[in-house]
Every structure is written in C-alpha cells, then in structure tokens.
C-alpha cells in the first residue's frame, strides 16, 4: 500500500502544478532514523484522524492526541524541517499537499473496505493507548503501513543502519 500512496502523491503534486513537468527530474534524497520516524508518526496521526471523523471516535482520538502530544508535536516539527530543507520557500505548500494527499488516501481506504472498516481499525486506537510510552510510537507506526511509499531503504556504505529514502522531483531548470 505505501508505495501506492507516494505514487498518488507525487501524481496528484503534478496535476496541482507543485512540480514544473517540463523541467523535473526524479532525486533520491535519504532521510535520517529521526526523520523516517517523524513521518511514520505523522502519517499514524493522519490515519488515526480519519478513523476517529469516519467512525464517530473523536473521544478516543481526543485521548490520543492529549497523552502523546509532546511527541506527535515534536515529529510535526521534523516533518516540517524536513519540507523546508527539501523544499526551501515552497514548503508549506508541498508540506499542505502532502498532509492533505495522505489524509485522503487514508479516506480512500476507509471507503473501500467499508462497513469492515470501523470495527477493524477501532482496535488501532486501543492499541495505541496501550503502548508503554511515546518512545515506541515509531515502531508502532511501522507496523501498521501508514507511511508514504516514498519511504523506503536507502543503500550505500556511508549510511546509517536505518535510512530511508524519498523520491522528490525538483523543479530546478537545467
């Protein structure tokens, strides 16, 4: 499935004119094990966020969001850095894009699978609140593929154990 989110993704950037066609070119840049967890938290929020709008469970997402608000904001700042850095005075709008495309994808989901959705996914919400601490949020994340595609492993010898890698496509004209 993540690999199907980054490619409708970057698809959807295109068609809203984020990325210039005429001159873009694909780049790999790799994110840090800081990074890679930020957008792993950030995109569990998303899907926890849909489950509570389309399942009536604000309460439990209330519950959520007070008990891991330190982390969930402290990874919001890292994805965000991490926009800047990549996308220098156009980040907020790629950041915007980018938050909205994988809030629908996760809508889309719910769609899809139904009246299946709702009592499936609730146990999400238990789950979460019974993980021993924020430190394990990440890993949590992880194992329920709510990421973007487009993080993925990096290789290379100069790398950290743990990377991953983003496909951007820059709007640079050579």
């Not at 994110?31 to 439990?60: H, N, R, W, Y």
């Not at 990440?138 to 010898?157: Q, R």
Request: aromatic letters at 8%.
């Amino acid at each position: 499935m993540t690999n199907r989110i980054l490619n409708t993704c970057v698809a959807s950037l295109f068609s809203l004119g984020l990325f210039a066609s005429a001159a873009a070119q694909a780049q790999t840049v790799c994110i840090s094990p800081a990074e890679e967890d930020a957008f792993q938290i950030g995109a569990l929020k998303s899907e926890l966020t849909v489950l509570a709008i389309g399942c009536k469970t604000e309460e439990a997402y209330n519950s959520f969001v007070e008990r891991y608000r330190p982390e969930l904001v402290a990874k919001d700042a890292v994805v965000n850095a991490w926009f800047r850095h990549t996308y220098g005075g156009a980040a907020q709008k790629n950041y915007d894009a980018y938050i909205t495309l994988l809030a629908n994808e996760h809508s889309e989901e719910a769609q899809r699978e139904g009246t299946d959705f709702c009592p499936r996914m609730l146990t999400m919400f238990k789950e979460v609140m019974a993980l021993p601490s924020a430190t394990v949020l990440a890993e949590y994340a992880e194992t329920k593929d709510v990421v973007p595609a487009a993080v993925g492993a990096c290789a290379g010898p100069a790398q950290p154990e743990r990377t991953a890698r983003v496909t951007r496509v820059s709007t640079k004209k050579k």
